[in-house]
T-cell receptor
Framework: RKEVEQDPGPFNVPEGATVAFNCTYS??????FFWYRQDCRKEPKLLMS???SGNEDGRFTAQLNRASQYISLLIRDSKLSDSATYLC????????????FGTGTRLLVSP | DAEITQSPRHKITETGRQVTLACHQT?????MFWYRQDLGHGLRLIHY???????NKGEVSDGYSVSRSNTEDLPLTLESAASSQTSVYFC???????????????FGPGTRLTVL
């Protein structure tokens, strides 16, 4: 079983749609949680950190459920520019913050 | 602006050759990391460093080595390149300061390596 599991997609949605991605993690010692965005053939970039209280950044909302070991990302009013792969990332502090990456969920937003 | 760079961006080599990939950051970050990314896998950690003269093995370190002689650079060496090492390699750095709630890692643009 992978430490971080995501639906690979692709999720095909029209502009303006709301789309949600889910992610589960297996290590209960995980302490920090992130969503990274990766464009085709580019480096991953931090989209947002995820906190137990949930957090929102514009059209993006992230939620964490520690009991179920589940992380979600909601994108409202999708834009063409949101087309990318979204990586669920879990941090485990083992002297430093070790990051464990999911394989990513691909989003395609069409006109 | 501070940044993290990698070179070369693309490299084709032959099995058995030694290859070194460069990573340079100007943020004065303590921590530096090397990952590889392959289809069907998330990014996997190869080696990491907390600071000058410190290096540690990650989950897929066999066949790779690193050295940290200064804060800015963490070169990755493939001692004897194998076809299984064909991949995209990303370098990353993070501040590594004590007490940070989260220590965000920033990634370089990647090096696409092909071993024939």
């Amino acid at each position: 079983r992978k430490e971080v599991e995501q639906d690979p997609g692709p999720f095909n949605v029209p502009e303006g749609a709301t789309v949600a991605f889910n992610c589960t993690y297996s290590n209960s010692a995980s302490q920090s949680f992130f969503w990274y965005r990766q464009d085709c053939r580019k480096e991953p970039k931090l989209l947002m950190s995820v906190y137990s209280s949930g957090n929102e950044d514009g059209r993006f909302t992230a939620q964490l459920n520690r009991a179920s070991q589940y992380i979600s990302l909601l994108i409202r009013d999708s834009k063409l520019s949101d087309s990318a792969t979204y990586l669920c990332v879990v941090g485990i502090n083992t002297g430093f913050q070790k990051l464990v990456f999911g394989t990513g969920t691909r989003l395609l937003v069409s006109p | 602006d501070a940044e993290i760079t990698q070179s070369p961006r693309h490299k084709i080599t032959e099995t058995g050759r030694q290859v070194t990939l460069a990573c340079h950051q100007t943020w004065n970050h303590n921590n530096m990391f090397w990952y590889r990314q392959d289809l069907g896998h998330g990014l996997r950690l190869i080696h990491y460093s907390y600071g000058v003269q410190d290096t540690n093995k990650g989950e897929v370190s066999d066949g790779y080595s690193v050295s940290r002689s200064n804060t800015e650079d963490l070169p990755l060496t493939l001692e004897s390149a194998a076809s299984s090492q064909t991949s995209v390699y990303f370098c990353a750095s993070s501040e590594g300061r004590r007490g940070l709630r989260t220590d965000t890692q920033y990634f370089g643009p990647g090096t696409r390596l092909t071993v024939l």
